[in-house]
């Protein structure tokens, strides 16, 4: 079977449709699928759950973690909390966003022009006592410098 | 030869520094040595300048090498780690090593030694006892040890636990709900996160047990989605105790009914406030209620509800199975029993350290956390995560309790310790305090949707190099005008507490703000 955003949001709608309270539950389990909650489910999902397209679309612009585009193939989300900026945090972004040729600002973040990567601002990851962190997709890491950093992408680019 | 028994940690502290890597070498290597091992992922003892830990039983107990790195791991083997022996990263037996030895671990008491997926391992080393004690009480009788343990809730609020169960208890409705808050989103603090990893069953006992006392029959857990290990692991462990039936229609063979079920949130650190919790797990956008009504009353879907923290739910099974009276003898003042606090930032010995309230701040940095990580000396220490105050080195001995802090406008909050050396900008972390409320606020009430935004820009006018003299004072007035209006507007600690750093800051560290007399130009 062709895996579409429709037929994905109807898997979802099937799986966690009769939940009480089921559209994070399914919206993540778009998410975790397709990368991203696309524009196009929303109808789908609204009506599956009997809400508003207005409800719908609310919830995944409120929440950070959902994503209307796609991402790059690699998602990079560097730490900005207290804890990593007391072991330069700041730093290691700034090094990010040279390296990957991505742009954030503010909670935003950005795609490289190549597609490669999305680097996102990311607010704890309860590393806090081997700061500065950060998480490749879904591994996490610690203790980073910026040297660490180009390591661990230098190993995403030799795996893809 | 028997097999040796060798731990390698799981918690996602351990595997953020490779040690999964450690694990598939150390097997790999014993393999091609013919050394028979048995290989337990334990959770982490809250050494964390020592990830990846490894350990090795040995009949003196268990001998501590780390940090291990992969290519440690020949090395180790050579010179005997399967018998606990001398190497510059042996670090004697674990218990022993004073980060641990001089820590007083109850709630934390297994954690690091057992498989947190192992209900054996977990039932013998105490696990379910605070459950089965509480089956044969009544209700009333639950609530009343926790009552007269002292516990508060240790997210933050510090609200008497027993309290709210009781309200719970005594309202009448169909359905009741137990909701843990695992929304761990203050930056410094990792206590929940552990738990959930390390010893998730402690927490699954604790919620059934809330359940018991009030009558609730439906749980939920809402972890952040920043979290995946956490999240992975609570579930599986929530699997395994519906399986062996300590949870499910038919609780330990009760007649009682307790269904947990794991939830993910989505990246809002507003979430973390018990009412936008409730919305999120309702399945809309997490935004703050007005209370009253209370969510005791009317809390999930309209029905009462015992929220609670992780920490606060794992401390229960111990209060149950050792009682009150054991709990509520540690401690000082109204702050009863212990707290796992956690020391993070540029500290030299980050981890986890519980101890009984009436610590010091300048005990856990120095004795514990041996100074700052860049030999620097420590400028500040924000405790309580962003919402909290930056203490001067003048507060660094003040006991740690919820009403000592207070009373100098401090918060213990959730126990996270966050310290920065003397390159630290207070200016610049007012700043971000408050960029951060703007990007986190849930919009609902204008002191924090829009102060937020105006007190970055205040800042930013306060540190521009054209700021005179002349105009200085005025925009620190503002700022704090500005504080106060979200200090006493605001609906929810998000903008309400978001002045505190800022304020602290100011109030502390005048001259990072280009300030020298803070009394004549900021009254």
């Known amino acids: 079977m062709n895996v579409t955003p429709a037929s994905v949001a109807q898997a979802a709608l099937a799986c966690h449709g009769d939940e009480p309270g089921a559209l994070l539950p399914i919206l993540h389990a778009v998410q975790d699928a397709l990368g991203h909650v696309p524009r196009e489910v929303v109808p789908q999902i609204a009506d599956g759950l009997n809400l508003s397209r207005a409800e719908v679309h609310g919830v995944v612009t409120y929440y950070h973690h959902f994503r209307e585009e796609a991402t790059g193939k690699h998602v990079v989300q560097v730490c900005r909390a207290e804890a990593c900026q007391a072991m330069g945090g700041d730093a290691l972004m700034a090094h990010a966003e040279r390296a990957l040729g991505c742009h954030t600002h503010g909670g935003h973040g950005g795609t490289s022009a190549d597609g490669q990567y999305t680097l996102n601002p990311v607010y704890c990851l309860g590393l806090c006592a081997s700061s500065p962190a950060m998480i490749v997709d879904e591994k996490l890491h610690a203790r980073m410098s910026p040297a660490r950093f180009d390591q661990v992408i230098a190993k995403l680019g030799a795996a893809a | ?523």
Not at chain 2, 133 to 145: D, H, N, Y
């Open chain 2, 1 to 523: 030869m028997s097999a040796v028994t060798i731990y390698v940690p799981r918690d996602s502290a351990a595997l953020a520094v490779g040690a999964d890597e450690v694990a598939a070498t150390l097997r790999a290597e014993c393999a091609r040595r013919g050394l028979p091992v048995n290989l337990v992922r334990n959770g982490s003892r809250g050494m964390f300048w020592l990830e990846p830990l490894v350990e090795v039983t040995v009949p003196q107990g268990r001998v501590a090498y780390g940090p291990v790195a992969p290519e440690d791991v020949p090395g180790l083997l050579d010179a005997g780690l399967l018998t606990g022996a001398a190497h510059a990263l042996c670090h004697g037996i674990t218990e022993q090593i004073p980060y641990l030895a001089k820590q007083e671990r109850l709630t934390f008491a297994r954690m690091g030694i057992t498989d947190p997926l192992s209900i054996a391992d977990y039932e013998a080393h105490e696990g379910f006892a605070g459950l089965r004690a509480a089956l044969a009480m009544k209700p009333e009788a639950i609530v009343q040890q926790v009552l007269d343990s002292g516990l508060r809730g240790r997210g933050g609020a510090a609200f008497p636990t027993g309290i709210k169960w009781r309200t719970v208890a005594a309202a009448a409705a169909a359905q009741k709900y137990i909701v843990c808050n695992a929304d761990e989103g203050d930056s410094g603090t990792f206590s929940d996160r552990m738990a959930m990893e390390g010893d998730p069953f402690m927490l699954i006992e604790g919620m059934t047990i809330a359940a018991l006392s009030t009558g609730a029959t439906r749980g939920y857990v809402y972890i952040r989605s920043e979290y995946p290990d956490a999240i992975a692991t609570m579930t599986e462990a929530v699997r395994r105790a519906t399986a062996a039936g300590f949870l499910g229609d038919d609780v330990l063979s009760s007649g009682r009914a307790f269904e947990l079920i794991v939830r993910k949130a989505a990246g809002a650190y507003v979430c973390g406030e018990e009412t936008a919790m409730l919305e999120s797990l309702e399945g809309k956008r997490g935004i703050v209620r007005a209370k009253p009504p209370l969510p005791a009353l009317e809390g999930l879907f309209g029905q009462p509800t015992v929220i609670n923290n992780v920490i606060s739910f794992a401390t229960v099974p111990l209060i149950l199975s050792r009682g009150a009276s054991y709990y509520r003898d540690y401690g000082m003042g109204r702050s009863r029993g212990t707290l796992p606090m956690q020391l993070a930032g540029n500290i030299l010995h980050g981890g986890l350290v519980e101890k009984a309230f009436g610590v010091t701040l300048r005990e856990l940095m120095f004795e514990f956390g041996g100074g700052c990580a860049t030999g620097r000396p420590i400028k500040t220490a924000q405790v309580g995560g962003p919402l909290g105050t930056y203490l001067p080195e003048s507060q660094w001995d003040l006991p740690i309790d919820y009403e000592a802090y207070a009373a100098v406008g401090a918060v213990v909050g959730h126990g996270g310790i966050v310290v920065h050396d003397d390159t630290a900008d207070l200016s610049k972390l007012a700043r971000y305090a408050m960029e951060f409320c703007a990007i986190e606020s849930c919009g609902k009430c204008t002191p924090c949707r829009i102060g937020s935004t105006r007190g970055v820009e205040v800042i930013d006018k306060i540190m521009a190099p054209h700021s005179t003299k002349h105009n200085k004072p005025q925009q620190v007035q503002l700022l704090r005008d500005l504080c106060d209006t979200m200090v006493n507007g605001s609906l929810c600690a998000m903008g309400g507490m978001t002045p505190y750093p800022v304020l602290s800051a100011l109030d502390h560290f005048p001259q990072d703000f280009g300030l020298a007399n803070p009394n004549r130009q900021a009254a």
